[in-house]
C-alpha cells in the first residue's frame, strides 16, 4: 500500500477516537506541542535552511524565500498561537438545534468533527502547524500535503508536532504529513473519497482551480480575492482617501487588499488629484478608464484583463462611473466574491450595494482589509472561504464541523 | 449560445433580483403555481401519459411506470405542498450572527439564497414542482434536468409553473428546464462553476456517483440510505420487534427503510424465532451471518455484497454479535451513513452508539423511517445529505441558503 493509502486508512480509523476526545485532552495536546515547538526550535531552523538552500539555487524569488523562512521569532509565534487556541471554544459536542416532534421523538443536532481534512498547500510552512493545531482542536484527523519547496520544514515541524503529541492522549497520527510531493500522488489525493471528508487547499490562484478542477472529494475553495472599493458621490473626501489608501497599501501582498477603485464621476471631479497624489506617494500605479486618464495624467492605460486580475503588489485599476448600479455590475462581473467595500453617506446606495453585490464580506464605510478570522473575533482562521457552500468568509473553528442528528424515543414506529 | 449556456446564464443574472424578493412576492408566486396546476390538471395529464406511454413500449418495470405516473390525487397533493410551503419561514435574511468588535466595527452575518442550483433528477416529474418551488422559496434560481423517460411531463409541469409566474412578479426564467436530455450537456452542466453555485443529484446510486466524479460545481450528496438497526442485550423484546418490522417493512423503497439488522447474540437466542415469525410473515426475505443460519433455519446464507447493499425491497441482511463495539464497527465498515437506530436499555452502550457511529442520523428506541425533513419538523425536504459538508441529514429551506457577511464602519482602517 502506498504511503498515502496507508496515512489516509490511518486518518479515517481514528475519526471516531479523535471525535470523542475531551476538550482537556486536545488542550493540553496542543500545549505539548507548543513546548516541542520552543525546545525544538534549532532542529526545526536547521532544518528549515535546507529548504532556503536549495530554494536559493534553485533561483526562488526573495519574497518566495521569505514565506519560506522560519525565524526564531516565527516559531514563536507559532508556539503562541497555540497556547491561544487552547482558550477558544470548542464547537464539538454543542447542541446547535434541539425540539420534541408531536410524537414524543425528542431530536437534537450537535456539531461533530467533519472528520478527516486534507490540506494541500504551498510554501509557507506556517501553515503545516496552523492547520494541525486547527484540526487537533475540532477534533479532526489531518493529512498535510506540502510543497517540495517546503518539505525539510514540514517534515521537521510534523516531527515536533509527534513529540508534543507522544505525551498528550491523542495518537500521533492524528497529524500526518504526506511525504511524497509528487503531482500523481496530489492527484491521488484529490479523489480519496473513501478517506477524506473534505479537502481545503491553500495558495495561489492555479493550485486552488487544479484541485476544483480535479478533485472527487469535497472542495472548500479559498482565498482568492479581487477586491473593490466604491466611492461614491456623497463619500467623505478623506474617509474615501484614507480608506483607499488603507485597503491597497497597508499590506498590498494579501487576499484582502484592495485590486481596483471604482469611484463616482462627480466626487472624482472635485478629489481625485489629491486621491492620487495620496497613492502616488505610497508607490502605487494606477491603471484606469479613459475618463480616469482624463481627470489626471499619472493614470496609465488599463486593459480588460486589469479589471479581472488580483495584482497582490502596488498596481490599482480605476473605474470611473456614473451610479452605484454601474459600481455593482462592474463587481459582479470581475470580482472573485471575497470582500468588496463601498464608502458612502447615502443610505439607499450603501442598501443597494449590500443586497445586489455578491460577495461574503461587504463592508460599508470600512477598508477591505478586516476581512480575517481575527479581526473577525473568531480567534483562529484556517483559510477564507468564497464559495457559498459550507463556509463562507473567514473560517473558524465551527466550520470545521459537521453535524449529527440525535433522536431519542421510547419505542416510536412510522404509520 | 446552447440551451444550457443561454439559461444558465439567464439564471445567473436573476440571482440578485431573486435573492431581493420579498417573502410576500414568493408566496404569491407560489400561490399562483399551485392555482395554475389546478387548473391546467387536464393538460399535465395528458402530456404524462405520452411517458408512459413511451415508458410501456420501451418495457419500463411496472415500478418504474409508477413512479412515472401522476393522476389527479397526485397533483392535488403537489398543488396541496405548495399552499403549505407559503406558510414556512423565509430564512433568507435572517441574521445568523452578530457582534461588535472593540475598533467599533459592527458585524453581522445574514443568510442569503445560494444563487443558482442545478437539480440533476432521475424519473418521478414530482420532484419538478418540489424543487422548483423550494428554490422559489429561498430566492434561488434553479435549472432543471430530469430523464428523458419523464420530459414531456416535466415540460408540461415547467410551462404550468411559468403560467403561474407571469401572474407573479418574479421572472419565469427562475425555473428553466434542460430540455436536451442528453448526457453530453449533462456532464457540461457538472462544469458550468461560472454560472452554477451547487449541485443536487437525486436518483438512484449511479447517478449520484456520476455526478460525484464528473462534477467541478460543488454537489450535496443525497439519498443512498444502507441504514442498520442494532438490538442490543438488553433490548425490550415486543419494542425491538416491532421497531425491526417497521423500519424494513413499513416502506422498503425508501432510503431511511433498514436494510441490515444487527442482534445482541443473548438477546437472540431468546428472542430471535419470534423475531424471524414476524418478519416472514410481512414477506422478508432473511439473509444472514452463520450464528443466525444456525439459530433459525429460514435464514439464508449472507454474501459480503449484501452487507453493503440498499436492498430497497424485502430483502434483510442479519448478523450476530457479541456487544455494541462489534455493531459499531460492521456499521461504519459498511453503512452509508444515513440512519441507524440502537434498540437497548443500556445507557452506556447508548452513549458509545452514538459517539462513535458516524452518520447523520442516530436513533435510540425508534425506528429509523423518522428520517425526512417533515417528520423533522422542517415542513419540506429537497432530500437527505449524506455528505459532510454543509447540510447533513434532511435539508429544509435553511440548507437552501448561504451567507454574507455585513460589516458597518465610520471610517475603520487596519494598522
Chains 1, 2 share one sequence.
Not at 3 to 31: D, Q, V
Not at 246 to 267: D, F, G, L
Request: proline share 2%.
Amino acid at each position: 500500500m502506498s504511503e498515502l493509502l496507508l496515512k489516509a486508512k490511518k486518518a479515517n480509523e481514528l475519526t471516531g477516537l479523535l471525535g470523542a476526545a475531551s476538550t482537556a485532552e486536545k488542550n493540553r495536546a496542543l500545549k505539548f506541542i507548543s513546548q516541542a515547538l520552543v525546545t525544538e526550535m534549532d532542529y526545526i531552523l536547521q532544518e528549515n535552511n535546507k529548504d532556503i538552500e536549495v530554494g536559493k539555487a534553485n533561483g526562488l524569488s526573495d519574497g518566495l524565500i521569505d514565506r519560506l523562512r522560519l525565524t526564531e521569532a516565527r516559531i514563536t509565534d507559532m508556539a503562541n498561537a497555540l497556547e491561544q487556541l487552547t482558550d477558544l471554544h470548542d464547537p464539538v459536542g454543542e447542541t446547535t438545534f434541539e425540539t420534541e416532534r408531536p410524537n414524543g421523538l425528542f431530536l437534537k443536532k450537535i456539531r461533530v468533527p467533519l472528520g478527516v481534512i486534507g490540506m494541500i498547500y504551498e510554501a509557507r510552512p506556517n501553515v503545516t502547524v496552523d492547520a494541525a493545531s486547527l484540526c487537533l482542536k475540532t477534533g479532526n484527523a489531518v493529512l498535510l500535503r506540502g510543497s517540495s519547496s517546503a518539505i525539510n520544514s514540514n517534515k521537521a515541524l510534523v516531527t515536533v508536532i509527534h513529540k508534543g503529541l507522544e505525551k498528550s492522549s491523542i495518537p500521533k497520527e492524528a497529524v500526518q504529513l504526506i511525504e511524497d510531493t509528487s503531482r500523481e500522488t496530489a492527484e491521488k489525493m484529490f479523489k480519496l473519497n473513501e478517506y477524506l471528508d473534505v479537502l481545503i487547499p491553500r495558495g495561489g490562484a492555479n493550485l486552488i482551480q487544479t484541485v476544483i478542477e480535479k478533485a472527487t472529494v469535497p472542495v472548500i475553495e479559498t482565498g482568492v480575492g479581487n477586491c473593490h472599493v466604491y466611492i461614491d458621490e456623497t463619500a467623505e473626501k478623506s474617509m474615501g482617501i484614507d480608506i483607499v489608501v488603507n485597503a491597497k497599501t497597508q499590506r498590498p501582498s494579501v487576499c484582502n487588499a484592495c485590486e481596483t477603485i471604482i469611484v463616482h464621476e462627480k466626487w472624482a471631479n472635485q478629489h481625485f488629484t489629491i486621491l492620487v497624489d495620496a497613492l502616488v506617494s505610497k508607490g502605487v500605479e494606477l491603471r484606469g478608464d479613459d475618463i480616469a486618464m482624463q481627470l489626471d495624467n499619472r493614470v496609465n492605460a488599463a486593459t480588460k484583463e486589469d479589471w479581472a486580475t488580483e495584482f497582490l503588489n502596488l498596481t490599482l485599476a480605476v473605474k470611473i462611473v456614473n451610479n452605484v448600479d454601474e459600481a455593482i455590475n462592474h463587481i459582479n462581473q470581475y470580482g472573485s466574491k471575497h470582500t468588496e467595500a463601498v464608502i458612502s453617506e447615502t443610505q439607499s446606495n450603501v442598501d443597494k450595494f449590500f443586497t445586489f453585490v455578491d460577495a461574503a464580506a461587504l463592508y460599508h464605510n470600512a477598508s477591505t482589509r478586516f476581512t480575517d478570522g481575527f479581526e473577525f473575533g473568531f480567534g483562529a482562521e484556517i483559510g477564507i472561504s468564497t464559495q457559498k457552500l459550507h463556509a463562507r468568509g473567514p473560517m473558524g473553528l465551527d466550520t470545521l464541523t459537521s453535524s449529527k442528528y440525535i433522536i431519542l424515543g421510547n419505542g416510536q414506529i412510522r404509520s
